[in-house]
Every structure is written in C-alpha cells, then in structure tokens.
C-alpha cells in the first residue's frame, strides 16, 4: 500500500505491506533507527513515539494507521545537527541512562510529559515513565534529569522553547 | 586507612561522554546495521522438554518466494565444531540448532534465511518436524537421581559437576560451637533481560576468507570461540567492536547465534543477520541466570559469632554445560562474605535438566549465594533474639585486619565494614526505623526492616576456570590500552571490546586525562576491530575499573615517560629533573610546549634521544592483579579487589491486598576510588533495580512438562519505575592498595544485595504472622495467598472457644 506518513513535520510516502508495524516502516523504510523494538508486544516502551504529541507505541500500531497523524521520533527531538534539546541536555547532565537502548522511548516520554504539566512532582514523573522499561538505571537518574528538565524549561527567557 | 588521594578528573563530576549519541537516538546497535544483501534468519523451534527429532521437512518453507535456505542440525552439526564448554564434559556437546533430539522446549531445530524478517518467520512456521517425544526432567533434585532420564545420554548422567571443598577444620569448629542451624533456600531462575535481545550480523567474504562480525556482544574470547566452532584460524575473524549494545549485565554471550549466522553466511555467500525477537529471547536465548537451591548449616555461639558454615548448591544449569557451571565456582572467592567465619564446607553441584541452557548473570553466582550467606546470619540473629545489624557487626572483619585471608584462599584487599554501617545507620535513623516498624504493626500494617551486608569482587581472573576443571590452566586474564599522540597533538586511546552501558570510554579517557595532564573531554577514544586489536577479555566481573583503567593509565604514563625522555634530550638533563605539567616539559627556566613536543616526536628525528623509536604511541597489557597462580590444595586468590555494600530496606505490606511497598532504601556503598560518580551512581541504582525483580517479581517458570510459562513480558515481570523506591546512596572510601588510583569494581553492586536485604524485609514483616519465604521470587500472588491463609487460620483460633 502507498502511504504518507507525516514524520518529524516532514511528508514521507512509502510503499508497504499492511501487516508491517510503524516501527518497521519508521527503521526499514525511513531509517529512522533511533526507534528501538524491545518486545514488539507493547511492554516494554523502547519504540515509544509521539503521535499527534502523545507517547504511543510503534510495534502495536500498524504504519497504515499512523497514515494522517504528526509523528514525532527521537531524530525530530534535536534543534539541530550535534544540538541538543533541553530534555537531551538533562539526560546528560545526570547521565539518565547506561545503554541508552530505552533512551529514545524515555525522551519523547518526558517531552509529553513536560508539555502537558511543566512542573511534575516525582509521583507524575514515575508515573508518566512508568510505562517505559529501562534495565540499567533503576530510573533514579531519569526522574532526577526529566525533574532537572522541568526547572530549566522553567527558567528558560525564551518562550515556545522545545523542551 | 589512607585518605583518597586528590585528583584532577578521577572522581571529578563529569559528563559521560556516551550519553551524547543516545539521547540523540544515534546509537549503532547490530539491529541499526545493514548490509547490502542481507538475509534474515527466522527460527523454528521445539515444542517438547525432550523429543527424538523423526524428521524436517523444510519444502514448504523452501518453496515461497524470498527463501533461501533451511538448515537443519544435521548439516550444521558436519560442518562446525561445537561449543566450548567451560568443564572437562566431552560427551556434551553442544550446537545452534538441536542436533538428532531437542533438549528443550524452545530449542532450535531449524533456521531459515530470506530476503526480509517478515519472509523467514512465515517460512519458519511452514517448517515441518517430526518429533517422537522423550522422558524429561525439570527439577534439579530429580535431575541428581540414579534413573533420571539423562539429558545427554553418552554423558551417563545428569551430573555436570560435583565436587566438596573443606576450607579449614569444619568439623571441629562444629563440635566446639554451642549452637548451629540448618536451613534451605532457593534462588529462582531469573535473568538479566536487557531490552535489546542479542543480535548478530555475520559476513563471510570468500575472497579475502574473512568472516566480519557485527554483533550484540560481551563474550569473554568471543573471536577464538567463533573462529574454533567454525574451523577458522584465529586472524580469519574479525569481530567489530564500534557496536553498542543495548544493556547485557552478564547474559549476552551469542556463539550459537553466531555460529549459525556465520554458517549460513558462509554457505549463501551473503551477509546473515539473525536479530532476536522476545520470545526467541526469552525461551531459545540460553540467557537464563542460576537456578538454585542451598542446603546451609551454620555452627554459632551463644554471641552470635559464626564459626563454620557448610553449604551445599545445586544449581541447574538446564540443557547444555556452557560457562554455566562456573558459576558455582566464583563465588568461593568471597564464600564468608564480610565475616569471619573460620571454616568452610562448600559441596557445589550442577546438573542438566530440560530448561534453557544457562549463562552467566551479574555477578556470576554471587548474588544467589550472598542470599544464601544473608538468610544463615538472620537466622542466628532471629534464634539468639539479636538485631540483625548487631550480629553482622559482631561478625565483620576489622579494618585494621586487612589484608584478610579466608579459608577458601583469597586475600581481601581492603575495607571497613564497620564504618560502613554507622554512616548507613546514622543517615537512615535506624532507631527510628525499629519505632516506624512497630507502630506500623500496631496499626494493623505488616512492616519489616531487611538487612544485607556483601562484597562484589572485583578484577576477575577467571581462577574458577582451573579450580573447576584441572585441565584448565588459565592465570591470566588480562586487558590492554594503546594511546597515541597524532601529528596535530590529539590524544586518541583505545579499548578493545565492546561496551553495554558500564561508559568505558569515559572511563579510559578519565584516566587518560589524569595520567597526561590534559583535559579528557579532548581525548578520543577508539575501538578497533579485534583483528587490529590487543588482548582482552572484555567487561565481565567488575573487572574494567581495574584493568581497562589500569591499561590506560600505564600506557599514558608510558608516553608520559617519552614525552618527558624528549625535553630532558633537548634540555641535556636528566628526566628526573624535568618537570611535566599540562602537556609541557620544563627544566631549568626553559620550557618545550606540547606542540613543540609533537613535533619533535612525529617530525624532528634529529632532536629525539638515540635510539627512540619516533612518533608518539605507548601500549599496555596489564595483568590482574593478585593474580598469575594456579589454586593449590583447591584455594587459589579468586579476584583481587574487594567492594562492599550494605542495604538496609524498611517494606510495608497492606495484608488485604499483600503488595509489598518498599519505603526506605539506604545503601552503603565502598567501592573505592570513584571514577566517575555518574558511572557509580548508576551501576549501583540499576543493581538494585535488578536485585528488586529478582526478589519480588522475575522468574522464568516452567511447569512439569517442560513448558516454558513466563515467555513474554506480560508473564515475566520487569520492574517498572513504579515498583522501584527512591534510593539513598551512602559513599564512603576504602582504597584498593592494589590498584593505580585505589579504584574496585561497581558493575555488579546493588544486585548482590538487594535480593537478601529485600527478602529480609518481607519476612521481617511477616514474622508476626508466623510465616516466611525461603524460595525468591516472592511473588505478589503468592504473598498475598500466604498472609490470607495465615490470617484466615488465626481468625479461626480465635473464633474458636
């Protein structure tokens, strides 16, 4: 099937099969590998995207579905080539991850968070991650960067910053 | 002890430099790697614990479009050697696909290569087996009886290792103690689970015979493993290590995949690419952790001082050998824990059985046995009416008594355990604790406070290899770093494995940093594939603090010593004399700058000392330390460096619904000279994030028939952010004498405790109840059934006249 998917504010047409998930049409099709497949059964939050700016899972949704809606991934995050974002920048700062597979998926998850409620208590912030497993931290340092985030994007002079 | 000395960039806050790429999604994982014809491997695999395998017909998997082949065991079988196994069991032989029979549910039978993913697992399911289905065994203690159908018939039984240590005078030291204790525990089968499953891309190219190697890797020999299976000269395979790997803790160890890969790569003449899905993870993987039960009994006197301990383990190591069995052999290294404990009989056992191969798991079998060493100084605690703090005090070794030899015949390094604990005790208020417990309980509430005092050794030599197996004369298990200066002054060093999270490469240019004076941010470091590589045996035992950094810092110190060797040539003094500071070289009023430096050592021939080679590039192959013995009289030094921790969890259970709240969690942590305080902090917060599942929620079940019950992440849990309690870390610094900044390892801590600290808690809480649980996990369910039916039967005493 001939499809478009809107990705990261840019049109792409692609051409696949309707049994093809959006995570394989966004790693095969666009190479846009920053979506990771963890379990491919909608546990684990690795290929975490945003769908019309909400956190949706990318192995159980089929690409075919997504065709209409702004997707966000991990490559649409960075303002620019070698330029992080606030909430980037914060995972760095406290070093929110060890493998950084989860990373991409824990990201967009805190940037929905951050745009629905800029300061989140701990409860709201373990509450929004809690659906994205990440093996190596122990989540400490990822409440401790998303926290971290919500101080300086409140801080920020400039409005309309991306978190 | 020493104070830590001052630094420049050790223990400095500073950023990890890895972390850059991943926010941006920018990692290189296996899967993110493509190859222009790659196939995909898909998998057929068995249904049965045990079945003869009849006949495959692979036809209908051939015959739709896309497929290229279908493999069975037979063909691989006659055209590789198999796997190598850690002891001397040469009947159990071991390959990626089942070969004749299948010796467990999910083992591989037949694997399919074709243009895409989607086309091979299609195909995968039109394979059709024939099976005629074989007695089976699932339970250990089944497994070690005469008659248990054996998993490996031409092995003769199920028994892969048997063998009774006695450290020191067990019985004596029993008959002279006023009081001793007999429990059982048992650790379940969990594992690591990292979020990315193992993947591997294999390409041969005929023309130049080379098999390149892309893989999701963290194997110890990993290239001479492969190049053996495939009956390949060790130069014909080259492993790239510029792959990052999406979290491992122990279990990624992939030769069956790789070999299979390699195989048909070779076969096909196109790249193969097998990349795990999560069921192939969970069920087919062979990366499930130990599985095992302890028998302990401990001699005690009426102090509460442990004089001797007996232990028997049996561990089932499921359906192959593998490195499984040692195991059971790395924890001997630290088998008194923090105690002194005079003697020591250890009866460690490992059979086959029809689960999952085995493999290794963070911390190597250590985790498992400080659970089994914390329940037996509970137990003293609760027989003598002690605090569990105060009988762990009572029993620690002295600062001033290290270094410590123990009966099983290592030296401990370093530590102070006892100011460990005061700090931990201090900061969390544990009185005030003991009051919170009990007024919790006074208000109807289960509340229990769990304790766990452990070591994580460090630097690993891999002495378990020989202690297990005679044959095995490995005393050297060493890692290498080689810096170079370019022409244009920039520092570049390199690591030679690849790296799943532990941050080498901001260790090694820490070290670098500090060795050379000059700022890490501006030090590369590179990986080269192991063809252009030096020694090493990648990040397994908490070994790349000590020996990646040791490397580093002597080959920096190396090219240190040229530099300064250079400026003493042209000030015509003495190096002695020569004062370095920043990456200049001054004596005497006159100074050579760095870049006067470089360019006498890459341009000017003419100003170098006689005889020095010119550029500037130093290397270092460094030996463990402590290490180089074979073990005598079965003692040998198993690891050199010695970290301790100590937990201390407050757990509150609403007895309606019966889920566990941890409240509080404070742990010591000494792990010596920090590196880098992010690396630390993190290793030991996802340790006990690790060490939480595997005491309340993971297990990887299977029920009698062999069936593999928890496949998915629906049915094996992971801890999610919800059940994790915020964390409160107490540092303190007990310097390794052994290494160059003082540094231990942290990789494995958290998890070596926290499955005793928080079992401890759960039964704490539930003493009052009269119950306990002797089997991790202690799963929600089954606490929750256990509180209703001890409650139900004490409401119906007291309804009773």
């Known amino acids: 099937m001939n499809i478009t998917l809107r990705v990261n504010g840019a049109a792409r047409a692609i051409d696949t099969e309707p049994r093809v998930t959006l995570l394989d049409a966004l790693r095969d099709n666009l190479g846009l590998t920053g979506t990771h497949a963890g379990c491919e059964h909608g546990v684990c939050g690795a290929c975490t995207v945003l769908i019309d700016g909400e956190p949706a899972r990318a192995c159980l949704m089929f690409a075919v579905q997504a065709d209409g809606y702004e997707i966000t991934t991990i490559e649409g995050m960075a303002p620019a080539p070698g330029e992080l974002s606030v909430i980037q920048d914060a995972f760095c700062e406290t070093h929110a991850m060890q493998c950084g597979y989860c990373t991409p998926g824990m990201v967009l998850t805190a940037r929905a968070l951050l745009q629905r409620n800029p300061s989140p208590g701990r409860d709201e912030i373990v509450s929004a991650i809690s659906g994205n497993i990440c093996r190596c931290t122990g989540y400490g340092q990822i409440i401790e960067a998303i926290a971290l985030a919500a101080r300086r994007l409140a801080r920020s002079n400039t409005p309309g910053v991306t978190p | ?801």
């Open chain 2, 1 to 801: 002890m020493k104070p830590p000395a001052k630094f420049k960039y050790i223990s400095a806050d500073r950023r990890v430099r890895e972390d850059r790429s991943f926010v941006a999604g920018a990692g290189n994982y296996v899967a993110d790697i493509k190859k222009d014809g790659m196939l995909h491997v898909a998998l057929a695999a068995s249904p049965h614990a045990a079945a003869r395998i009849v006949k495959i017909d692979g036809s209908k998997a051939l015959a739709l479009p896309g497929v290229h082949y279908v493999l069975g065991g037979d063909e691989l079988a006659a055209a590789v050697d198999p796997m190598m196994n850690g002891l001397a069991t040469p009947h159990v032989h071991r390959y990626s696909l089942a070969v004749g029979r299948t010796r467990y549910m999910g083992e591989w039978v037949a694997a399919v290569a074709a243009d895409t993913r989607a086309i091979a697992e299609d195909a995968a399911e039109l394979i059709e087996v024939e099976y005629e289905p074989l007695p089976h065994v699932i339970n250990a203690e089944e497994a070690l009886m005469p008659g248990s159908p054996p998993v490996h018939e031409k092995h003769g039984s199920n028994v892969l290792l048997d063998k009774t240590f006695v450290w020191g005078d067990v019985a004596g030291d029993f008959a002279k103690s006023a009081r001793e204790l007999s429990f059982r525990v048992v650790w379940g089968r969990n594992s690591t689970v990292p979020i990315e499953t193992f993947g591997v891309l294999a390409s041969w190219d005929p023309w130049r015979e080379t098999l390149d190697i892309h893989a999701s890797i963290q194997m110890p020999k990993y290239a001479d493993q492969i190049a053996r299976a495939m009956r390949l000269p060790g130069h014909a395979v080259r492993v790239h290590h510029d792959v990052d790997v999406g979290g491992s803790y122990g279990v990624k160890r992939g030769i069956k995949h790789t070999v299979l890969c390699a195989y048909l790569s070779r076969k096909l003449g196109r790249p193969v690419r097998l990349i795990e899905d999560r069921l192939e993870n969970m069920r087919s993987g062979d990366a499930h952790g130990p599985d095992r039960i302890f028998d302990v009994s401990v001699a005690f006197s009426d102090e509460g001082l442990v004089k001797s301990m007996k232990m028997r383990a049996l561990d089932n190591a499921g359906a192959y050998a593998g490195r499984a069995p040692f195991q059971l052999g790395k924890p001997i290294g630290a088998i008194v824990g923090p105690y002194k404990i005079n003697s020591v009989e250890y009866r460690a056992i490992s059979v086959t059985t029809n689960k999952a191969a085995q493999e290794a798991v963070r911390g190597f079998g250590q985790a498992p046995t400080n659970y089994a060493i914390e329940a037996a100084i509970d137990k003293v605690a609760a027989a003598l009416g002690l605090d569990p703090v105060e009988t762990r005090r009572r029993n620690f070794i002295r600062a001033d008594e290290f270094p410590y030899l123990i009966p099983s015949g290592t030296r401990y390094d370093s530590g102070d355990y006892h100011a460990v604990v005061d700090k931990v005790l201090a900061h969390a208020g544990y009185d005030k604790w003991i009051v919170e417990r009990d007024s919790l309980r006074a208000a109807g509430m289960l509340a229990g406070i769990g304790v766990a005092a452990c070591l994580e050794p460090s630097g690993g030599n891999s002495s378990f290899e020989p202690l297990l197996n005679e044959s095995n004369t490995t005393t050297t298990w060493m890692e290498s770093c080689r810096v170079s200066i370019d022409a244009l002054g920039a520092v570049t060093g390199s690591i030679h494995t690849t790296s799943s999270g532990q941050g080498h490469e901001t260790l090694a240019a820490t070290v670098i940093g500090e060795a050379l004076d000059i700022d890490p941010g501006k030090i590369r470091i590179a990986r080269p594939d192991s063809l252009a590589g030096m020694p090493g045996n990648s990040p397994v035992g908490s070994r790349m603090a000590i020996m990646l950094g040791g490397a580093a810092y002597q080959a920096a110190l190396k090219l240190k010593a040229k530099l300064t060797a250079i400026a003493a040539h042209n000030f015509s003094c003495d190096p002695a004399a020569v004062t370095y500071a920043a990456g200049s070289a001054s004596h005497g009023g006159r100074t050579l700058s760095w870049a006067d430096l470089v360019s006498i050592g890459h341009r000017n021939y003419h100003l170098l000392p006689p005889g020095m080679e010119p550029g500037l590039e130093a290397s270092h192959v460094m030996q463990v330390p402590s290490g180089g013995e074979l073990p005598k009289d079965g003692r040998v030094q198993m690891y050199p460096c010695h970290s301790f921790e100590f937990h201390l969890v407050l757990c509150v259970i609403d007895p309606e619904i019966g889920k566990p709240e941890l409240r509080r969690y404070v742990i010591g942590h000494d792990c010596g000279t920090i590196i880098n305080p992010h690396i630390v902090k993190g290793m030991t917060l996802g340790g006990i994030a690790h060490g939480i599942g595997a005491a309340l929620m993971e297990e990887f079940v299977y029920d009698e028939s062999g069936q593999m019950m928890s496949q998915t992440f629906m049915d094996y849990l992971l801890p999610s952010a919800h059940e994790i309690p915020h964390v409160e870390i107490v540092h303190h610094c007990t310097p390794s004498p052994l290494t160059v900044f003082g540094q231990k390892g942290s990789g494995e801590s958290g998890y070596l405790g926290a499955p005793a600290a928080v079992s401890g808690a759960v039964n704490d809480a539930l003493r009052p109840l009269g119950i306990s649980f002797s089997k991790l996990p202690i799963r929600v369910s089954a606490l929750g059934d256990a509180i209703a039916d001890a409650r139900g039967k004490a409401n119906l005493k007291e309804s009773r006249p």
